[in-house]
């Protein structure tokens, strides 16, 4: 166990809709990063979120959006779903992004467009 | 191109035997940091191992090391004594800092190797 939990473990939802995938951080990591698992394009950062601020931003689509909360815990919106969203979404947590440490993975959550 | 290249997409090893998944990177970062992650059937992303550019020395975790070549840009990870639970994807991944150097972002992953164990 990580300790970086996420829920759901999984969604199926049907095209056009919109879905909230949430993520709370190990205890005292500040930094929260959401990636995406899909078979065609492998595993994707997507963005990146230290103490409540945008950190960094990788190939997130525009119907994607994110954000952390003062206590640390963050959610990833995905809007007018598409069957290509289908994949594994997981978060992971880091202490200090000054530093180069590792990152802690959440178990997932799996997203299935139909 | 590619930051991250694992050049096997599946991999066999008898029980007990060791085994090498290669690992190279492109990065003209002085600091970064690698990392080897093993993703099960279940699906969740375990970490495994990690080495900084600046260590001097391989990393070692247990039945895993890190064979860290700088100067030919390789981070080798090897299993030692495999057991039939080692059967997964392994995945090496890099972590450079984000625009602007204060700090470190995303990890950038290999397409991964499969690895399995025979009995």
């Known amino acids: 166990d990580s300790g970086v939990t996420q829920t759901p473990k999984h969604l199926i939802t049907a095209t056009g809709q919109r879905v909230t995938l949430r993520c709370s951080p190990r205890s005292g990591d500040l930094s929260v990063y959401w990636y995406q698992q899909s078979l065609d394009q492998g595993l994707q950062f997507l963005i990146q979120?230290?103490?409540?601020?945008?950190?960094a931003k990788g190939n997130i689509l525009e119907r994607f959006s994110a954000q952390q909360f003062p206590d640390l815990h963050s959610e990833l919106n995905l809007s007018s779903l598409e069957l290509g969203d289908s994949a594994l979404y997981f978060c992971a947590s880091s202490v200090d992004p000054s530093y180069s440490y590792e990152q802690y993975f959440g178990p997932g959550t799996r997203l299935t467009v139909t | 191109a590619q930051k991250i290249t694992q050049t096997q997409p599946g991999m066999f090893v008898q029980e007990k035997e060791a085994v090498t998944l290669d690992c190279t990177y492109d990065?003209?970062?002085?600091?970064?940091?690698l990392f080897w992650y093993k993703q099960p059937s279940s699906g969740e992303m375990i970490f495994l191992i990690y080495q900084g550019s600046y260590d001097q020395q391989n990393a070692t975790e247990g039945r895993y090391s890190l064979n860290f070549q700088k100067a030919r840009k390789s981070a080798n990870l090897v299993i030692s004594a495999s057991q039939l639970g080692d059967s997964a994807m392994y995945f090496c991944?890099?972590?450079?800092?984000?625009?602007?150097?204060?700090?470190?972002?995303?990890?950038?992953f290999g397409q991964g190797t499969i690895l399995t164990v025979h009995p």
């Open positions: 979120y230290y103490n409540g601020e945008e950190r």
């Open positions: 991944a890099m972590r450079e800092r984000n625009a602007g150097g204060t700090s470190y972002g995303k990890l950038t």
């Open positions: 990065t003209s970062d002085p600091s970064y940091g």
